[in-house]
């Protein structure tokens, strides 16, 4: 199946129990263009408490009276793997989707963080039958079997960077584990999400296993504090994470997993093979216009090849700042911020920073083109630690480069944040990259890269970067509840 033409009516409606309907409310989203700030549209739904109800009753039907959960793991295998085989068909609609709402260039990004959603499924198929459960014997009379169970109703809060990615590293193994799974969108870039309404249906999934909700701050909060829900997970921002935990645990102590923000530290040693880290480090703060969580904003480089590293950065990201522009000309790198709020948030912190608050401007920190929500890449040197810019996630392509002579002194830098999703070392020493990234503190370090994961390791962060872990096997645990059932063979 191929999703409709490009030209034909926008997604706009929402996907419940396997049909589009109207919303039961009246209040509607507005998304915009970032490109040039135009409106997409003005009557995308905002899913209200009548709607999540709606929701969360076709899915506790789906999942205590309908196939899913006793389905065959070969039968829901096949049903993942259609799933995965249609998003690659419809790669080039989702990204257009996904364009027109957040600005990513599909060749430089979009295409991979399509295929990154369809390999996740794919990836999760396999795990349908193969996510065994525990034996031990039974010398104190008692044959002992522990069972993984899926939860139930589970629940995805999904941001506005990578839509469908985030989509698949939620719903892909909680559907596998046998549970339904309920989609709330970003409410900047919705269309993408409620359009695999039609390629949830071509796949077969039961109605009411998978459903797509679009929504804003209001739509979150009910489905956090929502007492049939069980478990949810959240990727955004540290303040709403938190605001998560606490409905959660106010309600009906649901699980959660909050994959929040990171300030990730690149570490460049002077024995490093140069041309390599200055790929990843540049690659790592301007792919999608430096709006990730893993983006590689502190950069650390030891005094002996600094001169070297400095310039050649300098010069990859001002040829990066004359590749952005228009997202749907192949040869764009670097697309625009989301929309106005976000440019707004960007160009403050790098105003206070150029205030002689942050260090010293080395490149950037302009607009790019009179329209539209562009921005050049932007480097302060000489940072001071304490600054805003050197501390906070911006979430745009703005870094700080600074200058180190030892191990330890760079790894107490490194490690003195209040975030610790990612970090990267750089360096030929195997016994130095071993040492360095068993000290960091992250869920994920890179050695001789950095801003990147992997599918079959587990992803997430330490401190304020959140809780709990995706991808991997690891992602299976938090979807399922271990049950212990005790066989007593002696009858006494």
């Known amino acids: 199946m191929t999703l409709k033409s490009f030209d034909d009516t926008l997604p706009k409606l929402l996907f419940l129990n396997n049909e589009y309907v109207k919303s039961k409310g009246s209040k509607t989203l507005s998304v915009y263009n970032p490109v040039d700030g135009s409106l997409i549209a003005d009557d995308v739904p905002v899913a209200n408490a009548d709607d999540i109800d709606l929701a969360v009753q076709y899915a506790k039907i789906a999942f205590e009276q309908g196939p899913w959960r006793t389905m065959s793991a070969t039968s829901r295998r096949s049903i993942l793997q259609r799933f995965a085989a249609l998003i690659r068909t419809n790669s080039e609609r989702l990204g257009y989707l996904t364009r027109i709402t957040v600005g990513t260039p599909y060749i430089a990004t979009g295409q991979g963080e399509i295929a990154m959603a369809a390999d996740c499924f794919d990836y999760y198929a396999g795990w349908t039958d193969k996510y065994a459960g525990e034996t031990y014997p039974a010398d104190d009379g008692f044959y002992k079997i522990v069972r993984h169970e899926p939860l139930g109703v589970c629940a995805g809060i999904v941001p506005w960077n990578t839509p469908l990615a985030s989509i698949a590293l939620k719903?892909?193994?909680?559907?596998?584990?046998?549970?339904?799974?309920?989609?709330?969108?970003?409410?900047?870039?919705?269309?993408?999400?409620?359009?695999?309404?039609?390629?949830?249906?071509?796949?077969?999934?039961?109605?009411?296993?998978?459903?797509?909700?679009?929504?804003?701050?209001?739509?979150?909060?009910?489905?956090?504090?929502?007492?049939?829900?069980?478990?949810?997970?959240?990727?955004?921002?540290?303040?709403?994470?938190?605001?998560?935990?606490?409905?959660?645990?106010?309600?009906?102590?649901?699980?959660?997993?909050?994959?929040?923000?990171?300030?990730?530290?690149?570490?460049?040693?002077?024995?490093?093979?140069?041309?390599?880290?200055?790929?990843?480090?540049?690659?790592?703060?301007?792919?999608?216009?430096?709006?990730?969580?893993?983006?590689?904003?502190?950069?650390?480089?030891?005094?002996?090849?600094?001169?070297?590293?400095?310039?050649?950065?300098?010069?990859?990201?001002?040829?990066?700042?004359?590749?952005?522009?228009?997202?749907?000309?192949?040869?764009?790198?670097?697309?625009?911020?989301?929309?106005?709020?976000?440019?707004?948030?960007?160009?403050?912190?790098?105003?206070?920073?150029?205030?002689?608050?942050?260090?010293?401007?080395?490149?950037?920190?302009?607009?790019?083109?009179?329209?539209?929500?562009?921005?050049?890449?932007?480097?302060?040197?000489?940072?001071?630690?304490?600054?805003?810019?050197?501390t906070e996630e911006i979430f745009g392509p703005v870094s700080v480069v600074n200058t180190f002579e030892t191990e330890e002194e760079i790894l107490e830098k490194s490690n003195k944040s209040n975030f610790g999703l990612m970090s990267g070392v750089f360096t030929q020493d195997i016994n130095r990259a071993l040492r360095f990234s068993s000290r960091l503190d992250s869920g994920v370090v890179g050695v001789n890269c950095i801003s990147t994961v992997n599918i079959t390791t587990p992803f997430g962060g330490t401190k304020e970067s959140g809780i709990g872990r995706e991808l991997g096997h690891f992602a299976l645990r938090s979807y399922t509840e271990p049950k212990t059932v005790l066989i007593n063979m002696t009858y006494q």
């Open 171 to 390: 719903a892909a193994p909680a559907l596998a584990t046998g549970n339904v799974f309920l989609l709330k969108a970003s409410e900047k870039s919705p269309l993408s999400a409620l359009a695999l309404g039609e390629l949830i249906l071509e796949a077969g999934f039961p109605p009411g296993v998978f459903q797509l909700l679009s929504g804003d701050g209001s739509s979150g909060s009910i489905i956090s504090s929502h007492m049939d829900i069980r478990k949810v997970s959240f990727t955004g921002s540290v303040p709403t994470g938190k605001k998560i935990q606490q409905a959660a645990a106010q309600s009906n102590l649901k699980r959660v997993t909050l994959e929040l923000g990171g300030k990730s530290p690149a570490v460049v040693f002077d024995d490093c093979n140069l041309e390599n880290a200055l790929t990843w480090c540049a690659n790592a703060i301007a792919n999608n216009t430096g709006q990730l969580c893993i983006a590689a904003s502190r950069v650390y480089v030891q005094k002996g090849i600094y001169p070297k590293f400095i310039e050649r950065y300098k010069a990859e990201l001002e040829k990066k700042a004359k590749q952005a522009g228009d997202p749907t000309d192949s040869r764009t790198v670097i697309g625009p911020l989301v929309d106005q709020s976000q440019f707004d948030r960007v160009f403050g912190f790098i105003s206070r920073a150029s205030e002689g608050k942050g260090g010293n401007l080395l490149t950037g920190g302009k607009r790019i083109g009179n329209m539209g929500y562009f921005i050049e890449p932007t480097v302060f040197t000489d940072s001071p630690f304490e600054s805003e810019i050197h």
